[in-house]
C-alpha cells in the first residue's frame, strides 16, 4: 500500500520556523522525484519546491526562494521543507507528491502563521 504521511505543520508566528516532513512507504521513494504544493483557502493549489530523486537538483518558487529549502533523505525515504522566515500568506494546507510515471499524494498538514 503506497503511503505518503506528512508532519510538522501546526501555528507559527510571523518570522518563525517550520520542518515539514514526508514519509513515503509503499513504493521506491529513491526513485521519485518529490514536490511539495501548498493550497490556501478559496486559491489553487501552488507548487512551493522540486527535488530530484538523488537531492541533486532544488527548484523552488519565486515566493519562497531564500526562506524555503527542500530537501531528502532517501535512506530514512523522507522529505522535507524547512521554511524560515514565515509570513501570514504562507498560511496554507501543505502537500508532498512524489513523481515518477504516476503520482502520489499525502493527505496534507496545515500550516497557519498568524500572530
Known amino acids: 500500500q503506497v503511503q505518503l504521511v506528512e508532519s510538522g505543520g501546526g501555528l507559527v508566528q510571523p518570522g518563525g520556523s517550520l520542518r515539514l516532513s514526508c514519509v513515503g512507504s509503499?513504493?521506491?521513494?529513491?526513485?521519485?522525484?518529490m514536490r511539495w504544493y501548498r493550497q490556501a483557502p478559496g486559491k489553487e493549489r501552488e507548487l512551493v519546491a522540486t527535488?530530484?530523486?538523488?537531492?541533486?537538483?532544488?527548484i523552488r518558487a519565486d515566493s519562497v526562494k531564500g526562506r524555503f529549502t527542500i530537501s531528502r533523505d532517501n535512506a530514512k525515504n523522507t522529505a522535507y521543507l524547512q521554511m524560515n522566515s514565515l509570513k501570514p500568506e504562507d498560511t496554507a494546507v501543505y502537500y508532498c507528491?512524489?513523481?515518477?510515471?504516476?503520482?502520489?499524494w499525502g493527505q496534507g498538514t496545515q500550516v497557519t502563521v498568524s500572530s
Open positions: 507528491n512524489a513523481v515518477l510515471y504516476v503520482n502520489y
Open positions: 509503499g513504493f521506491t521513494f529513491s526513485n521519485y522525484l
Open positions: 527535488i530530484s530523486s538523488t537531492g541533486s537538483t532544488t
